[in-house]
């Protein structure tokens, strides 16, 4: 008998029914979500505009290809430069994060006819072969990921930046925030010193926003608090909440040409009317400002509890590293008080929620939290 490929370690908990921050298992039990899939649920599970979009879409047309007109792009490509802020930028649509960051590097290397590439330690840019040769992960890059091209520097080293990006660098690829890594937050500084020597080498900056962007920082994208502008902007996992749907945004110094890329399912009907809808609701719910102030709300809460080691990230992209494996801490969140978390490491809990977080649910956490630090600690004590 056929069987699944078994490559996820997965809980036995079966989610068959959603809404906003909240899940229900096979037995009607109910959790908190506070990790979305990993960044993917950015404006709440089943949000009723969301799913009158795409049934509505869903009972007219659900796909053609790209050699056709979809109107659907274009008000996704005009919504999302208006609400992100780069309006002048073209937009690519395909099917997830991995898919863009590639199309990305090929068309940085289209544009400077070089292959270097410039990545960061701790990276993490897919599964694909150019994003996962740029991928700081040696278990997952195969042998046929070529990836003698890409020079890794340490994250956040101006020094190392300085010195290493030169005019042989085709493409510099780094997270605003790296998600996998361990939610460690670019600097100022860094993104600044990229900026500059991309301009001088001629290099060209990929900003990966596939999981800090989409309004979870508190902005747009999370290298909007440095005041950089990139040449290119890769997101996907909130861009659809939950409907596969990837993209890169595109500086107007990049010259388009019939044939330089192509998808079949990128952008269909489906895909746009997920990510108009999420647009939508992000502009009229205020969903960017509700991420800032729910991300300092649980900061502080976090702060007060205490007990870790660092605590890292912007508006609602949070990691809490502490000095002992989180493996434990995570199971007794999930099954002893029913919420859902993420991990980034051994040691460090993550937490992705929806952009429309309450303090309902906030405050569910944090007393959650507070009860088993409390527990650790006095456990520590009593040894």
């Known amino acids: 008998m056929s069987n699944l490929f078994d490559v996820y370690p997965i809980y036995d908990i079966e989610p068959v029914k959603a809404q906003g921050s909240y899940l229900w298992d096979q037995n009607g039990i109910k959790y908190t979500d506070l990790y979305g899939g990993h960044a ?12 009158e979009m795409l049934t509505k879409q869903m009972n007219a047309i659900s796909f053609y290809s790209n050699s056709v007109r979809i109107s659907l792009q274009e008000e996704l490509a005009e919504k999302l430069g208006k609400l992100s802020g780069y309006p002048d930028y073209k937009l690519f649509l395909c099917n997830s994060g991995a898919e863009a960051n590639e199309n990305a590097l090929k068309l940085a290397s289209f544009h400077t006819g070089r292959t270097k590439v410039v990545a960061f330690k701790k990276g993490f840019h897919g599964r694909t072969a150019g994003a996962v040769a740029a991928t700081d992960n040696p278990s997952i890059v195969a042998p046929v990921n070529y990836n003698r091209h890409v020079t890794f520097l340490p994250y956040n080293d101006v020094d190392a930046a300085e010195n290493g990006i030169d005019d042989e660098a085709c493409a510099v690829i780094v997270e605003g925030i790296q998600g996998v890594g361990g939610i460690h937050v670019a600097t100022d500084e860094f ?142 969140l999930l099954f002893d008080h029913k919420l859902f978390t993420g991990v980034a490491g051994a040691n460090t809990l993550r937490l992705l929620p929806s952009l429309a977080l309450g303090k309902t649910e906030a405050d569910a956490f944090l007393k959650a939290l507070e009860t088993e630090i409390s527990s650790i600690h006095e456990t520590t004590l009593n040894n």
């Open 191 to 332: 993104l600044q010193t990229l900026r500059r020597k991309c301009n001088e080498t001629g290099a060209v900056l990929i900003l990966d926003s596939v999981q800090c962007g989409y309004g979870r920082t508190g902005k747009f994208f999370s290298h909007q608090f440095s005041g950089i502008h990139p040449d290119l902007m890769t997101m996907a996992k909130g861009m659809g909440n939950g409907f596969p749907i990837g993209g890169v945004l595109i500086s107007p110094k990049f010259k388009a040409s019939y044939g330089l890329l192509g998808t079949t399912f990128g952008g269909n009907h489906l895909a746009c009317a997920a990510g108009v809808a999420v647009l939508d609701i992000m502009k009229n719910e205020n969903l960017i400002d509700n991420a800032a102030k729910m991300g300092e709300y649980l900061m502080e809460g976090i702060r007060r509890i205490g007990g870790y080691k660092e605590l890292r990230g912007r508006g609602l992209m949070i990691g809490i590293e502490y000095d002992f494996p989180v493996k434990e801490l995570r199971n007794k």
């Open 40 to 51: 993917v649920i950015s404006v709440g599970h089943c949000h009723p505009y969301y799913v």
